[in-house]
């Protein structure tokens, strides 16, 4: 009868629904040489804690774009893997990149304005934009990122005043593409050209399987006429629970995010989990760690890579982050459904988003077994 399938069948089915969840596999956070790591930078923490548990110092005031001390410390991390310089000063910390987003979009825009996201794209900033008050565009991705063709055709049309354009610039969040250097170079002048800011969303910048020379779009930016506030974070790299991120862009615009409520009257809220972090920083550790999560999360994706094409599919093959982006076949699905991830209720809706960070290698290949009798 209908409905009554065999028990193992249906253990097969829940157990593909775990490529829902963006999350990294608790194996990861609990490894032994991540815990003597933190436990060397907590001890660390301890013997300075009050650096780091108040609002500010006599010497350098109230610490509203985040603590001196670990905004240095990050800097010079994030100089050395990008082989570029990075001033302390173009460094804000944050809770999480969705802070980040949130923050910019709240300051470098207006109840009424119009932002415009990639489609597909990272569905929950269609929130984060939506709770200011912002009207929605978006335009599609394609093999080498955003569709800047497309965006130019909008910013042409007098009727929008669209001011904020978000994009997924490197390993994108779902499809894994990278924007090319031509578009980057495109995006910045269009962006001086038609008055807007670009919030760049880097979450998965550092999580690469192989050697690439991609660095955050700030570093594509005009000095002289800032337009690229690119966010970053740890939660794919640590863990989400670790709730610190960062902003890099110019001074100019860092600073009208310190006059944001919470931040005028609370302080920078992650003063006290930066700190925790600063030795596991300068160590190297935090280099070793990314090193490890990437090595890790790149054997999970062939895996995954290897059973959809076993089963018949034809998925990306991306070159770091969390997901791969595949069409559905005969309307089985597992994992997220690509619908919400534009703005067209009709889009997407035969795309899946499968997370590889969740499951391990063998709970891969039993959830993609679900496929194979297509």
């Not at 193992?8 to 003597?36: C, N, R, S, Y």
């Not at 934009?129 to 565009?137: E, I, P, S």
């Not at 550092?206 to 939660?235: H, Q």
Request: glycine share 8%; with cysteine; net charge positive.
């Amino acid at each position: 009868m209908p409905g009554d399938e065999p028990a193992a069948k249906k253990q097969k089915v829940a157990q593909a629904q775990d490529f829902i969840k963006g999350w990294p596999d608790p194996m990861l956070l609990t490894t032994k040489h991540l815990q003597e790591s933190l436990k060397s930078s907590f001890d660390s923490f301890l013997q300075n804690s009050g650096e780091y548990l108040n609002y500010g110092s006599k010497a350098d005031g109230a610490y509203m774009l985040g603590h001196p001390i670990v905004r240095k410390e990050l800097a010079n991390f994030l100089g050395d893997f990008y082989g570029k310089p990075c001033d302390w000063q173009t460094v804000m910390l944050t809770g999480g990149s969705s802070m980040g987003t949130d923050v910019a979009a709240r300051i470098h825009t207006e109840f009424g304005d119009y932002a415009v996201t990639e489609s597909p794209t990272y569905y929950l900033a269609h929130t984060m934009f939506r709770n200011r008050g912002l009207k929605l565009l978006d335009v599609p991705i394609e093999s080498d990122g955003m569709d800047i063709v497309a965006l130019e055709k909008l910013l042409k049309e007098k009727e929008h005043r669209i001011k904020m354009v978000y994009t997924v610039p490197i390993n994108h969040n779902p499809s894994g593409v990278t924007m090319s250097p031509a578009k980057r170079k495109k995006l910045i002048a269009l962006a001086k050209e038609y008055d807007f800011k670009i919030l760049a969303d880097e979450a998965y910048q550092l999580l690469n399987f192989e050697k690439t020379n991609v660095v955050p779009l700030f570093y594509d930016d005009d000095p002289n006429d800032p337009r690229v506030l690119s966010v970053g974070t740890f939660s794919k790299l640590i863990g989400p629970g670790t709730k610190v991120g960062w902003i890099q862009a110019h001074p100019k615009l860092l600073k009208p995010l310190t006059s944001i409520g919470f931040i005028d009257s609370g302080n920078n809220p992650a003063i006290m989990s930066s700190g925790i972090l600063v030795e596991f920083i300068k160590s190297g550790n935090l280099k070793k760690h990314i090193e490890f999560v990437s090595k890790e999360l790149k054997k999970r994706k062939d895996v995954l890579v290897t059973e959809l094409k076993k089963a018949g599919l034809e998925p990306n093959d991306p070159k770091g982050g969390y997901f791969v982006w595949v069409k559905a076949k005969n309307g089985k699905i597992i994992g997220r459904v690509g619908k919400g991830m534009g703005l067209d209720p009709n889009a997407h809706s035969d795309m899946m988003r499968l997370c590889y960070a969740w499951l391990n290698e063998e709970q891969i290949k039993e959830g993609v077994e679900y496929l194979k009798g297509l």
